[in-house]
């Protein structure tokens, strides 16, 4: 083989095994999996120019235009406390204390990052749906229940995303998973 | 084999410029996708006011169904685009502007405007806006301005409906 042709194989097989590397990188990436606080991670530079590459490459796959951490702050769960992966065919408990921002909602997604079909029409739980905001619990299932109910469709693999907009600090901190709902799994 | 050498050397170097270059690309990729999708409808630099998010929505992942979206895919290429936000009778409401590379270059609220209208001109940098009109400078040509209005109840929401379709967006020129 003359060198030349070496040379052009390696250079297109290095390239290409370069995006390939980083676009998988980026597709089984998690919303602000640098940071982890018991099931839920979250990030704080989204929408920001000190946002690195790979922060920037996941928030426009998985959450397109998503707000600076001073108007909104995104936590992301695609497991329950114990760490499990959230299960569609499963009941779960989320229990919440007050949530420190002007408002928050509760959404359920699918692992792309879709709503999911239901019967009852339901995609979200918000805080002006919640009698008491100092403690209150929203039954995740996919049958219907008694309170305040997020129906997970049956499907295989779902996330929560907690949206807390406004946040009381300003977005310059985080939750602690003390401030953050616990999810524990209640049946199958 | 030593003949192989220096070609895997120079693989290997490309390799990591192209998971580099690839991570940098992506976001560009996704939301120049995003802004032609949104423009397939209404076009560029023309506020389009999309439904109250359910399972069959498709254009952007990750919506929130409690918010009603108007979303603006701008075109800066000839010239500024006016953008003016009405207010909605909801308890929360705002405007963002996201460049090409999903920058947020200008956030503001209800909350912050005191409840009254916002009007920006978007603009690259050099172009002139019209006096007295808040500049909104990106890089690049094209990008995304979202109105973001708080619907709690689906069934109140033929108000806020009224309301955010007084929004507009135009181009200067």
């Known amino acids: ?188 | 084999m030593r003949g192989w050498l220096f070609p895997l050397l120079l693989g290997l170097v490309l390799a990591f410029l192209g998971y580099h270059l690839t991570l940098v690309q992506f976001p560009r990729v996704l939301m120049s996708l995003a802004t032609h999708r949104i423009a397939k409808g209404m076009g560029y630099n023309a506020m389009f006011a999309a439904p109250l998010a359910t399972d069959k929505a498709r254009a952007i992942v990750r919506p929130s169904p409690d918010l009603a979206y108007s979303s603006c895919p701008f075109d800066l290429s000839n010239g500024p685009v006016l953008v003016d936000v009405e207010p909605a009778p909801a308890p929360y409401w705002s405007l963002s502007v996201f460049d090409s590379r999903t920058d947020v270059v200008y956030v503001r609220n209800n909350i912050d405007a005191g409840n009254q209208p916002i009007r920006v001109a978007i603009a690259r940098p050099g172009q002139p806006v019209p006096d007295g009109m808040t500049a909104v400078r990106v890089d690049g040509t094209t990008g995304i301005a979202l109105i973001r209005i708080l619907a709690p109840d689906r069934a109140g929401f033929g108000a806020i409906d009224i309301a955010r379709k007084k929004s507009s967006c135009k181009a200067l020129s």
Not at chain 1, 120 to 131: C, D, G, I, M, T
Not at chain 1, 150 to 174: M, N, Q, S, W
């Open chain 1, 1 to 188: 083989m003359k060198p030349w042709i070496r040379y052009a194989v390696c250079a297109v097989l290095g390239l290409a095994l370069g995006a390939g590397v980083a676009i998988q990188h980026v597709r089984t990436g998690v919303l602000g999996a640098s940071r982890a606080i018991g099931p839920w991670t979250t990030g704080s530079d989204f929408g920001t120019a000190r946002a690195s590459a790979f922060t920037r490459a996941v928030v426009s796959l998985r959450g397109l235009l998503a707000l600076p951490a001073h108007e909104a702050r995104y936590y992301n769960a695609a497991v329950d406390s114990a760490g499990e992966p959230l299960d569609g065919r499963c009941r779960y408990r989320v229990s919440g204390r007050a949530i420190p921002g002007k408002w928050w909602s509760l959404t359920l997604y699918d692992h792309p990052g879709y709503l999911v079909a239901n019967q009852a029409n339901r995609f979200s739980v918000a805080s002006a749906a919640v009698p008491n905001p100092a403690a209150w619990d929203v039954i995740v299932a996919p049958a219907e229940q008694a309170g305040l109910w997020l129906p997970t469709g049956r499907i295989d693999r779902f996330e929560l995303t907690l949206r807390v907009y406004l946040p009381d600090d300003g977005g310059l901190g985080t939750m602690t998973r003390d401030r953050l709902p616990a999810i524990v799994k209640e049946g199958c």
